[in-house]
Structures are given as C-alpha cells and as structure tokens.
C-alpha cells in the first residue's frame, strides 16, 4: 500500500463516529463503569457485569458512552461506591470541568443514590453540576482522573436536565422594543 492510501485509510477510518446511546433530558440516573484512569464506559448489556444495581432510584443500565442528546441540558455527575474517584467531564470532546475533590476513603452509601447525594464533598463523595446551553447536538464523555485509594474501578452516575436555553439577542431586541413602545403610550396619555 502506498503512503498516500495508507494515509487516507487512517483518515477514513479517524472520521468514523463513535456510537453511544442517546438519552433524554428527563432528569433521571444513568450508571457508568470505569477501571483504571481514563475513558469511563456506560454499563450497557456488554458491561452489566461490572455494574452494581443502584437504589434510591435505580439508575439506568443500558447505555454506553458516549452519551449523546440535542438542546440545552444540565449535566449532574456523582460518584458512588468507594468515595474518592475523581471526573472530569467532556461535550464534544470540550472540557467542562472536573467533579469535586474529597478527602474521604469509606463507602458510606454503597450504591444508594439518595445516601450519595447526602454526603457530597469534603470527606464524601465527588460530584459536578455542568450547564450546557446551545440548541445542538451533544455528545457526553467522562475521563477518569483519579481512583478511590485502593481500588481499581468502580461505579458512578449522572443526570441530565433541560435548562432554559439562553435568549438569543433577537428576544432581547423584541422585549426591548416592546418596552419602549409601552413606556411611549403611556407617555402620550399623560400629555
């Protein structure tokens, strides 16, 4: 194969988009799996076995990374489990930021959702709160940065909302007009 053809296969096959699942923006919990540092996976069918069922909700088990949905969202990832894992969180590969820092090293909840989001921070469990506006396309991946001390994986979970996008200057320049055009009337009647 020549250098050019080799090239141009690299290309096409660098191009090809990795497949996730789609998700609603309906609020409800989605658990992910990961091992060592670096991409985190969904639990999906292949994956199930490394997942650990969640209470208090139960989160959903059956979509793999990357996580993708259209329109304005809010994006709230937590761990559970072991406290001491550490996220950080992507929108097309753009970084949003990372989950919180903790100090603690006991699982307080094991995998009750409602426990977690009681003992957030300091010595509990990390988490982040992600706004992400735009009327696109979005596609949700989560690094690993940091495992609980001595472990080696773990689990986690996350929550996408819709948010009210933010207003285009257009709608600024209608109620503006509005506005005026009110405070004008009002002005004529008092003359």
């Known amino acids: 194969m020549t250098r050019g053809k080799l090239v141009a296969a690299a290309l096409a096959i660098a191009c090809i988009p990795a497949f ?4 609603t923006t309906d609020g409800s919990w989605h658990e992910f799996t990961f091992g060592v540092p670096g991409a985190v996976i969904g639990c999906g069918p292949a994956n199930a076995q490394f997942c650990s069922a969640t209470t208090n909700p139960v989160a959903e088990r059956n979509t ?3 996580w993708t949905f ?3 969202g809010s994006l709230f990832v937590m761990d559970i489990g072991d406290i001491g894992d550490r996220f ?3 929108d097309n590969l753009v970084s949003l930021g990372n989950t919180s820092a903790t100090s603690g090293t006991t699982n307080l909840c094991g995998f009750d959702i409602a426990c977690a989001l009681a003992h957030l921070g300091g010595t509990g469990y990390s988490s982040g709160a992600f706004n992400i506006l735009g009327a696109g396309s979005h596609s949700i991946t989560i690094n690993l940065l940091i495992n609980a001390p001595n472990t080696t994986g773990g689990n986690a979970v996350f929550s996408l909302s819709s948010v009210s996008g933010v207003p285009e200057p257009a709608t600024y320049l209608l109620v503006g007009t509005s506005l005026a055009t009110l405070v004008f009337l009002r002005r004529r009647q008092l003359i």
């Open 70 to 72: 259209t329109g304005p």
């Open 64 to 66: 793999v990374a990357p």
């Open 88 to 90: 950080q969180i992507f």
């Open 20 to 23: 996730g699942d789609a998700i």
